[in-house]
């Protein structure tokens, strides 16, 4: 007899049985469990470049957020959350116009969602870390796997709190014998020492996606999205700052000619020629495509147009290996009458547009039409 056609796996009430059993072990909607993670949710906007972020635990009636970036957080029934899927498939999920329930309010109506499940080594799956935007758009695939990685890191600082409490209570309990209690404070220490070693390589960790999230990979420059956000503090601190936009002149055509091989090297050279201009202040970045930026702390005109026009000299002096390279540069000076950063890139890019529409290889500020 085949015993085998028997046996009867574990009935899906059963498993979640099981599932918030374990969610109840690790405490993970307790305060002080929520004070641990606090600050995961902006290394996932980051890690994703998401303007919206959360990490939740699904419970057995209601779905709970731990942490939040970009949104307020509310506690929604578990019956028609978005969530449910994660719980039910335990791999990550991802959907343009999401139809079910989400634990945050939000300014604008969410167009794009993407979940990474809190997996336990038993197979159960928490929760889930998620990240929202409000325009329609994907994750690459190193952005998956920095978030997946994150959504792991979760599970690891859970169960370590949770041997901790353990090794916690097991003190507690035999603090009248002595011998148990020395290896209970043996344990404890044991478990401490290895929340010390996972910290440390998660601080690490987090560094590198925090650099990731700041830096063009191909330049090495700073990217666009903190290009802004150090325009925005100062702006926000009513500091000077002019800002020179940079464009490669016939790029296409460079690249037609050569290839997109020959054309990443070339935008890591002017890349790398931008970055020689970033002292004292002065933050280069990468736009986007064969764009690039200065930001510069000064509000004299005369002397940013200078910066524009030693930058647009070591460009067009430098050795090019298959045909020269020239740039032309738009500049813009914050005065008294802006309030937004988006005015003053505005004016950068019509003064570079001027520029490229006069001849190419030159250097224009932005001036009253």
């Not at 059993?21 to 993970?28: G, T």
């Not at 809190?118 to 935007?133: F, K, Q, Y």
């Amino acid at each position: 007899m085949n015993l085998q056609a028997y046996q009867v796996s574990p009935t899906p009430s059963y498993r979640e049985a099981e599932r918030l059993a374990v969610l109840a072990e690790y405490r993970a909607t307790d305060s002080e469990t929520a004070a641990l993670l606090d600050g995961f949710a902006d290394l996932a906007s980051a890690a994703a470049a998401c303007p919206i972020s959360w990490l939740s635990f699904v419970g057995a009636e209601h779905e709970f957020v731990a942490s939040i970036h970009g949104a307020r957080a509310r506690v929604i029934a578990r019956e028609n959350s978005q969530a449910e899927e994660l719980i039910d498939g335990g791999v990550p999920i991802a959907f343009q116009g999401p139809t079910g329930a989400l634990p945050v309010e939000t300014e604008t109506k969410i167009a794009y969602f993407a979940g990474f499940p809190l997996l336990t080594s038993g197979g159960h799956v928490l929760g889930g870390i998620c990240v929202a935007d409000s325009v329609p758009r994907t994750l690459t695939l190193t952005q998956q796997a920095a978030l997946t990685n994150l959504a792991r890191n979760v599970v690891q600082l859970l169960d370590m709190n949770k041997r901790l409490w353990e090794a916690h209570s097991e003190l507690e309990r035999r603090n009248s014998e002595r011998e148990q209690l020395a290896r209970a404070v043996g344990k404890l220490q044991d478990v401490t020492i290895a929340k010390d070693v996972q910290a440390a390589e998660l601080v690490e960790r987090n560094a590198e996606l925090q650099n990731m999230a700041e830096t063009d990979g191909l330049t090495g420059l700073q990217n666009h999205r903190s290009l802004i956000q150090h325009m925005q503090a100062k702006f926000a601190a009513e500091e000077p700052v002019a800002l020179l936009l940079i464009d490669i002149d016939w790029f296409k055509n460079f690249n037609d000619a050569y290839g997109h091989v020959a054309g990443d090297e070339a935008l890591r050279t002017v890349g790398s020629l931008i970055g020689l201009e970033a002292t004292g202040g002065i933050v280069a970045a990468r736009y986007g495509g064969e764009e690039f930026a200065l930001v510069v702390p000064s509000s004299d005109p005369k002397a940013v147009l200078q910066i524009g026009e030693h930058l647009r000299q070591r460009i067009e002096r430098q050795p090019w290996p298959s045909r020269p390279i020239t740039v032309c540069v738009g500049a813009a000076v914050r005065t008294a009458d802006l309030q937004m950063v988006e005015d003053l890139i505005r004016r950068a890019d019509d003064a570079l547009y001027a520029a490229k529409r006069t001849g190419k290889n030159r250097v224009l500020a932005w001036a009253q039409s």
